[in-house]
């Protein structure tokens, strides 16, 4: 079992909005950064969302995040069957002293 | 640009050991924490292990504690992962992947390499 909690799959149509949550704990989430992680198949990931709500150089403003408390939500506007992919969530355990991912949320574009 | 290139897996029995390299470019290799983080196959990311800029702060999963080694060789922009007592659960890619920050405690890793193949099974 994952630290993190993130639903195993969400869908939505192309040109529509989805959000992902991950939840976890005052020891990760809610006293650290969280991390979005794209793992489009057969590749390795890559970083989306970082300090909760920046993007680096690069990722388009279609991906947001955002977190309250001890939760986290990734927002993806504007959905192409290209963002078909399995997103982490991924932050710093300070109980544990570790780093630590959700399971992943599989991203269907129907 | 930045470039994390793995080595070192491989098919190995149950028990022995291996020695995962990891050869970076294109950064300031002694600026930045380095992880190792793991994928099973069919299965999720799990972090194995991180290293601060200088190793003086380090950091295992409980899964791995006590049977893998984590370190860096600044001088010769290297990160390893020394993994003794392998066990078919250990059986996954290996990534190797630089931290945005230093220290040891953030786990914001904004590039990663293409991962190295470990198979435990006899």
């Known amino acids: 079992q994952s630290v993190l909690t993130q639903p195993p799959s969400v869908s939505a149509a192309p040109g529509q909005k989805v959000t992902i949550s991950c939840s976890g704990s005052s020891s990760n989430i809610g006293n650290n950064y969280v991390s979005w992680y794209q793992q489009l198949p057969g590749t390795a990931p890559k970083l989306l969302i970082y300090e909760n709500n920046k993007r680096p150089s690069g990722i388009p403003d279609q991906f947001s995040g955002s977190k309250s408390g001890t939760s986290a939500t990734l927002g993806i506007t504007g959905l192409k069957t290209g963002d078909e992919a399995d997103y982490f969530c991924g932050t710093w355990d300070s109980s544990l002293s570790a780093g630590v991912f959700g399971g992943g949320t599989k991203l269907t574009v129907l | ?122």
Not at chain 2, 7 to 18: D, H, I, M, T, Y
Not at chain 2, 97 to 105: Q, S, T
């Open chain 2, 1 to 122: 640009e930045v470039q994390l290139v793995e080595s070192g897996g491989g098919l190995v029995q149950p028990g022995r050991s291996l020695r995962l390299s990891c050869a970076v470019s294109g950064f300031t290799f002694d600026d930045y924490a380095m992880h190792w983080v793991r994928q099973a196959p069919g299965k999720g990311l799990e972090w194995v292990s991180g290293i601060s800029w200088n190793s003086g702060r380090i950091g295992y999963a409980d899964s791995v504690r006590g049977r893998f080694t984590i370190s860096r060789d600044n001088a010769k922009n290297s990160l390893y992962l020394q993994m003794n007592s392998l066990r078919a659960e250990d059986t996954a890619l290996y990534y190797c992947g630089k931290d945005m920050e230093g220290g040891l405690g953030y786990c914001m890793v904004d590039n990663w390499g293409q991962g190295t193949l470990v198979t435990v099974s006899s």
